[in-house]
């Protein structure tokens, strides 16, 4: 039901050639507003993540300066599952299928789908967001007794939504006979 609210609302806001493109194309111009809409999305995420990383490695450098150890290895994995899901999120699959593409064709349904599965996960960016602040501030006043458990949750968020990031084809591409 989510995904029919989802394409009504885009269809709502399109223009009269848009209206027209989609009468004459069997709803192509739809499928491309949700496809750019997505991609928007994604692009926002990937801006987060980017400031996100930028924050991190001057905290991660504070911490180095002020000695602390014990951290280094999951301050340097914090950096690489960033690195890597910066890069998932900026080139992920955005619902183009080819005219003889053996898997079929990508519908409007399954692109709100994923937009809204996509727009679902922005509360995992903002929790993201929120931890790596605090871990910030935390390394700015070299308090550095909580430090080392807040980059284990850190780490443990980010893998978190590398996970949920690799089941997003799946919104695609449902497993169905």
Do not use: C
């Not at 987060?48 to 340097?76: P, Q």
């Not at 789908?113 to 996509?118: E, G, K, M, T």
């Not at 390394?139 to 968020?157: D, F, Q, R």
Request: proline share 1%; net charge negative.
């Amino acid at each position: 039901m989510a995904e029919r609210e989802t394409i009504e609302k885009v269809k709502d806001k399109q223009g009269a050639l848009s209206q027209i493109q989609n009468f004459f194309t069997l709803g192509y111009g739809t499928k491309e507003d949700l496809r750019e809409l997505d991609r928007k999305l994604r692009d926002l995420y990937y801006e987060d993540l980017r400031d996100m990383r930028h924050i991190w490695e001057d905290a991660y450098l504070a911490a180095l300066d002020a000695g602390l150890t014990a951290s280094n290895r999951d301050f340097k994995k914090v950096i690489q599952v960033l690195d890597r899901v910066m890069e998932k999120v900026r080139h992920a699959d955005y619902g183009y299928a080819g005219l003889m593409d053996r898997k079929g064709h990508i519908r409007e349904e399954e692109l709100a789908r994923v937009f809204n599965y996509d727009r679902a996960l922005g509360n995992d960016v903002e929790s993201m967001k929120e931890a790596v602040n605090k871990t910030s501030s935390e390394a700015e006043a070299e308090n550095w007794t909580n430090i080392p458990a807040e980059v284990k949750k850190i780490k443990g968020l980010l893998l978190a939504f590398e996970n949920k990031w690799n089941e997003r084809e799946k919104q695609f591409r449902p497993l169905e006979i």
